[in-house]
């Protein structure tokens, strides 16, 4: 998603903004662009359509300088990826603008500066604000009253870094919605969508909140609020180090993130499991207190984070008494809902500054729930600052798009979770002593999954040239099937969907032929019975079966069944063990048809706007 870097230094800034934007990239973005005022104080604008090494061989071709500046990379809202529309935009070479965001009542504001004589070259809601802040101009005394007088008039989310010829020793910028952070450097300073961008040049920052406006020169850096007052936001050093950007022995990120799971696993079960309790490993204040208090507990996420709140719930309500409700953020920050007692709202979240899962969070803390705790892999992220408690993933950097160990990282916090929870209120059945037990032998059991990777290469060439396919478990495997889906429609572009097993009488049915394959998975559950009927209902229609089926279970290899045997597993960690194989499967589907495996299509890492 779209991406911002801003410096203003004593020396020239070229060179800083690319490397920020290049550790941008993981966040998907289709065209990228830098400004800077050069020595004779004219904005030097230069973009490119595609990825930030086409932008930096323009710049080899025609060099800019300049000693401040902004860039940015853009994942397309309002208009087509084109140079034309990526940022920075300008208003006559006065100003020169980077938005994150989206502008929702920028139409109006568009016919209102074209009623006025503004000339638009782009489709974008930004290039409104570059002549918003231009008009505003015409009133106000400086750059930075003018973008504050011109974000009244936003109605949306943004954030914005900006720059002009009026004053070349001035860097202005601002958030509302969408994440922002200061750097801090010695007679430098910075902007960035995230510290990622800025991590080669300083390790201080200011994370800015809602409604900040910031006025950064060389030697400072001024906050104010929306009424003008100044503010002293806290300066955090970040423990973050640089994604992790070696590939070793692998062709994608995906992969390599992949075969990472054993070790992900064990660094976030690490130093948290006794030998038959779960050690207090969530962070914030009165955890016990407030865990002895849930009712209830609400999981709001999207996408990946979302199936993995699914599964959750299942253990939740088997293990505990404790009720659970799951839901996909963009629709619960809309909806109404009565207020009910100690209900622990929980936010789950790879990147931590997902648009709709952040709005979500206020919605709960404006409702007044219990607590609110986030499960996530971004120590500083907006969603663990914003929450009172936290419990994180220890996953490392995830680069491909596609979410593989940050699912399976999540999976294991839920668990924590939900054992912490009985354990809080007395457990009576066991259940603590059978999470840590099973928890323990998970990453050698994960380990023993990635050895069937040449058996799902193999499988995956029966999928290669189909359109669709359907995804079928039950229980808590439904939402490993839901994954399983997802995982194969982005990476691969195969129209994919998941169903529970027991729900394909009552429709889906009428699609299975032998164009359709369906992918099942089948540990030995208390369920196996069940499936094993459906699936039969499916086989007899003449339906291509591809299972990962425990080998206890007794489904064996015939003409129309494909079976990859899978060990036996316990009951409560098997949602995280076959996850493995539908990731594999996804994966090897996508090198058949040379998808971008890692980047796919019109898909972003953080999803920072609505
Ligand atoms: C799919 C995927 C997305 C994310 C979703 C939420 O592979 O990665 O569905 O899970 O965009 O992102 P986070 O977890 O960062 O809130």
């Known amino acids: 998603m779209c991406g911002i870097v801003g410096a203003i230094a004593q020396r020239p800034v070229v060179e800083i903004l690319l490397e920020g934007l290049r550790r941008l990239e993981y966040r998907g973005y289709d065209s990228a662009g830098v400004a800077v005022l050069d020595a004779n104080n004219t904005i030097q604008r230069t973009r490119a359509l595609g990825r930030v090494a086409a932008l930096e061989e323009k710049l080899q071709q025609q060099p800019a300088r300049g000693m401040v500046g902004i860039s940015h990379t853009r994942w397309a809202t309002h208009g087509e990826p084109s140079e034309r529309n990526a940022h920075p935009h300008l208003s006559s070479n006065h100003i020169a603008i980077v938005h994150n965001g989206i502008i929702e009542n920028y139409e109006e504001l568009r016919e209102a500066l074209i009623s006025k004589g503004y000339h638009f070259e782009s489709e974008t809601d930004t290039e409104v604000v570059a002549h918003l802040i231009e008009e505003t101009l015409k009133t106000e005394s400086s750059l930075f009253d003018a973008v504050k007088a011109a974000t009244k008039q936003l109605r949306g989310a943004y954030a914005l870094g900006v720059i002009s010829p009026d004053e070349p020793d001035t860097l202005i910028a601002t958030r509302k919605g969408s994440p922002l952070i200061v750097g801090l450097g010695l007679g430098e300073n910075f902007i960035g969508s995230d510290v990622q961008a800025m991590l080669p040049v300083t390790n201080r920052f200011i994370y800015l909140e809602n409604g900040d406006f910031v006025k950064l020169s060389r030697h400072s850096v001024e906050i104010f609020d929306t009424e003008g007052k100044k503010l002293d936001r806290p300066i955090k050093e970040s423990k973050a180090c640089s994604l992790d950007s070696d590939l070793g022995e692998f062709r994608h990120y995906m992969m390599k993130e992949i075969h990472e799971q054993p070790q ?42 979302y199936h993995a709140g699914l599964i959750a719930r299942y253990w939740l309500e088997s293990m505990t008494d404790i009720s659970c409700s799951v839901e996909v953020a963009s629709e619960y920050r809309y909806r109404r809902q009565p207020q009910r007692d100690g209900v622990l709202f929980v936010t789950i979240s790879q990147s931590g500054e997902t648009a709709d899962t952040l709005a979500a969070l206020e919605k709960a803390k404006s409702n007044k729930c219990l607590a609110t705790l986030t499960i996530c892999n971004v120590a500083e992220s907006s969603l663990i600052r914003e929450s009172d408690l936290s419990l994180m993933t220890v996953a490392g950097a995830e680069i491909g798009v596609a979410s593989t160990k940050a699912f399976t990282t999540q999976l294991v916090c839920l668990q924590l979770l939900v054992g912490l929870l009985a354990q809080a209120n007395g457990d009576s059945l066991g259940v603590v002593a059978n999470i840590v037990t099973n928890l323990k032998k998970l990453p050698v059991l994960l380990e023993s999954v990635l050895d069937k990777d040449a058996e799902i290469e193999i499988l995956a060439e029966h999928f290669a040239e189909k359109n669709h396919a359907l995804f ?48 099942a998975v089948a540990p030995n559950t208390t369920l196996i019975e069940k499936l094993k009927s459906n699936l039969e209902e499916v086989r007899s229609r003449g339906g291509e079966l591809y299972l990962f089926a425990d080998k206890k279970v007794g489904i064996s290899q015939k003409d129309n069944i494909h079976v990859v045997e899978m060990e036996d597993v316990p009951e409560t960690i098997a949602p995280i063990i076959y996850t493995i194989p539908l990731q594999l499967l996804s994966y090897y589907v996508a090198v058949l048809k040379g998808t971008d495996v890692d980047k796919p299509r019109n898909l972003a890492k953080s999803v920072t706007v609505e």
């Open 472 to 519: 079928l478990g039950r229980g808590d495997q439904y939402p490993v099937a839901m994954e399983g889906a997802l995982k194969l429609k982005e990476i691969s572009y195969i129209h994919a969907e998941a169903y529970p097993a027991g729900e394909l009488k009552h429709g889906p049915l009428a699609l299975v032929d032998n164009e359709m394959p369906i992918v």
């Open 264 to 305: 992900s696993v064990q660094n976030t079960l690490e130093g948290r499991l006794g030998r038959d309790t779960i050690k207090q490993c969530i962070e914030g204040e009165n955890v016990l207190e407030t865990l002895q208090q849930v009712k209830e507990v609400q999981i709001i996420a999207c996408g990946t984070s």
